[in-house]
């Protein structure tokens, strides 16, 4: 198997997504998840290569747990998916470390471009 990636968004749709898209293009989905906390915890269960992070989310959100991340492993490799719209959080989830963003609805091939990016 490839990189492992844990996918995190509350949208259960967008997980599926996701995931198949990632399973498809020979990654591991190591876990899913639908808010921050269930993020900052499959994080230090299964050290991820990569993280895709929802922002707005309940309990705790994206730019929170990115954060929470990467207080854990400063070399995590997170990249934000937003819908439009969002460019301020967006703004501030690369600042709190992110290493790239994509913007909702996903296109498969700027998901894999991006992802390949990021993981060098």
Partial sequence: MGKKILIVDDATIMRLMLKHLFENNEFEVVGEASNGNEAVEMYTQHKPDLVTMDI???DMDGITAVKKILAIDPNAKIIM?????????????VMAGAKSFLVKPLQPE????????VLG
């Fill in 56 to 58: 707005t989310m309940p």
């Fill in 81 to 93: 998916c937003s819908a439009m719209g969002q460019v301020d959080k967006v703004k501030a989830a």
């Fill in 110 to 117: 700027r998901v894999l471009a991006t992802v390949k990016q």
